[in-house]
Each structure stands twice: as C-alpha cells, then as structure tokens.
C-alpha cells in the first residue's frame, strides 16, 4: 500500500457538490491525465466534451433522470468513444478505413479507450481532492445527447463523469470477493462454489444496508442487481450504435 | 500537479520486464485497487484472470502475435466483461433477465467497467514501481482465448495486462494536442480546423519518430493509422460476441 493505491482503494462516488466551478488549470491537469492513459495500437478513438453552459447541463440533467448533481459540479465532463476522427483520416490519407471502423472491433476499441482515459481523469481529480461521479443516466437517451452536443456519425456519448468540490461524502460500498472477480489460469468452473461466494457476498451488502439504514433495508446485492436488470432498460442502444454507424459489422 | 498526476502522465508502456514474479500482496493490492474503481449501477460485470501457468502464457503469447512478453513479465492479467455472473443471478432470484443481459447497452456496461477496473490496476502497478502494457493482442483469437482460460458464455477476454518489473523503459509518446481531445458545450464542428488539428500533430509525431530513429522514420500519426486500419482486423469480432450471447438485441 502507499499513496496511490490508498486514493484508488479510497474512492466513492461523489453527489453533492461545492457550487465553485474548477479552475482551467485543473481540468486541463485532468484531460492532460486523461490522454496519458494507454491506447489501443495508439489509435486515440476517444473525445471529451467540457460542459459549461448551465441550459445545456440542466437538460443533461433531465436526460440522466433529474440527477441534480449532472447540473450542480465543480465541471462536467462527457466521455465519447470516436472513430469519427478516423473516418477523416482514411479521406486524408486516402483509404478505405470504413469496413474496419464499422466493425465490432473497433467499437470495443473505442468503448474501452474512452474508459481508460476516463478513470485516469477520475483519478487525477481525486488526487486534487475533488470528488467524482460516472454519469450512465446521460444513456437513457442518446438522441437527445447527440443533439444537444452535436456529436457526428461514429461518435457514441458513453457517460458523464461530474468533478466539482464535495460537500458530502457517500459510504464506500464493499465489493464483490477478491476470490470471486479473480481467477487463476481459468474461470472457475464449479458452479456451486460460485454461488456459494455470490451468497456470502449477499450477507455482506444485506448487513451493509442495515446498518446504514438501521434496519429499514436489508437488499441482498442479486435480489438488488437482479431486480434491476429484469426492468430491460435502454433496450434502443443496438439501433443508436448502427444508426451512428458503429458495431456495423 | 502532484505525485499522482505525475504519476499518471509518466505512463508508458513497459515491453521488457525482469524475470521476477509479482508477489501475493502485489497480486492482491492490484486487484483490490482495480475493484474499487466505479461500476456502473454497481453492476460489477467483469471478470480478472490472472494466468500463472507457462504454457498458457506461452500459448496467449503466440495468439498475441509472438509477443515475448506477454509470457515473460511478473504476472499477467486478462480482464473480461462478465455477465455470466448476472445470468446465475437471474436464476437465484428466479427473474428474466436475458433480454438485459443480451443487449447493446449491457455489454458496453461490462466492457466500460472491465476497462474501469483495468485503468486502476494499472496505475496501482505503477505506483508501486512496476511496469505495465495492455494486450490488445489477444484479441487476434478470443475463440482461442476461451478455449484456454475456460470462460463460460457471456464473457468476452477484452485484453490482458502484463505486468512486471521493467527492465528497458521506451519513450512516451505525444498524444493529441488537448484541443483537439477536448471539446467544449458542442463537438468541434469545422471540419476545416478538426484537419489542421491533425495535421499540426502529424508534425508533432513525424519529428518524434525522425528524432527517436535518426532519420530512419518520419511517419504521420494519420498515415500510420489509417494504413493500419485498412487491413481490416478482427472482422470476426461481431460473430464472436454474438456467439458468446452478448450485443444480440
């Protein structure tokens, strides 16, 4: 353990903050963070768009299920996965890059290069005491968000991610086991002692939210997760990414 | 700036480590740093394989392209999106969760938490001295890749992360200039400075490549890029995910 890894094991998402906008020094410290992130074959298939103008937050705000706290930060930030930049290049350049922008491939590339850069911005800004917050709610309607930011073709707003100074701080949830997300040399393949650790991780998070709630909510983290995902949210996802030209192929 | 960001903006990919194994701690101080990282609607949807056997390492290292160190380094990690977990919680808790779990949405939520967890493991290793380089590589033959690390349906080996004591360090690569990154309240809509932008940083990277080779070496960032793109890789990659239940509706 040292400095670093005590922030990382230290982070919790931050919903209430300080009305007192970042500095320019600060996000550019935290973009700068962003992009030193590695990137896929040095691609950078990512974008990020800074959301200062208050109509523009308060209507990402309602996107995301009236979270205040997508208006009310210190900065807003919206991470893009971004082959748009590429489809530019192949004209440059003079090549068809389509067929391979297109592809599944690349759209993973792309997801997953935007999240390294995101998590480098969150952890840069927590280690300048500002508090965090992953914004997913902004996907509960993309056409709205493409809209409002005038995101082209081959550029897919995967979330938020709202900095700012906090004037509250969340309790950390406990993860899963350790032994139940990390496997040796292969995905454990005996299933009773997958749900056996799935059921030791439920009294875990059932005591967590007793005591946090004195008795009034005792969720297990299945019954919670499981409840969730029988709702089918955000099922126009499929047809947004092709209509935007991504996962074509 | 401080330790941490400085930390941050020093990454750069380590491709020859000592032949050292990283020790329990280390193991579990990464991991732990990587599960502390934010998961959206605490949905924890991915999985870490750490791969210890030699002649599995060896067999990824040939899937990889004949990259030697992903078979030699400290220990070496696969990260995976996972909701095979979030399918044996539908039926502990007797809920229909397929429709969710099979679609778009859900596996960019599992691939952006993977690469949430990713990014935090890696600067964990970093701040502990360690080197680090992701493994895009892998993905040259994920039928393979499941095959040897046994993972089940619905999840998907995104990368690995190899990880060890450095024993050459290479240069850091200048990455995008930050306006061209960084958008504000709209993405950049003239087309007209979005290709300047691009041709500034094929100055930037055609003068660090003269510079790093003598001479030897004057690529573009776009020419490069959009050379590598026209050979269409990995065009296998929808039926692959889509085999493997995920990103079907």
Known sequence: MNEVTNLLMNHRSIRHFEDKPLSREQIETIVLSAQAASTSSFVQA????????????AKLAEFAGNQSYVAENGHFFVFCA??????IMGQMENKDVIPAIESTEKFMVSVIDAALAAQNAAVAAESLGLGICYIGGIRNDLEGVSELLKTPDRVIPLFGLAIGYPSKKNDQKPRLPLQHIYHENEYKQDEAVYREELEMYNKIISEY???????KRKDTWTGQIAGM?????????????????????
């Open 46 to 57: 990512y974008s990020i768009i800074g959301v200062t103008d208050k109509e523009k937050k």
């Open 82 to 87: 971004d082959l748009h930049r590429h489809d």
């Open 209 to 215: 939210y007793d005591e946090r709630t004195g008795g």
């Open 229 to 249: 995902l029988e709702k089918q949210t955000r099922m126009y996802m499929k047809d947004y990414v092709q209509k935007k030209k991504m996962d074509l192929r």
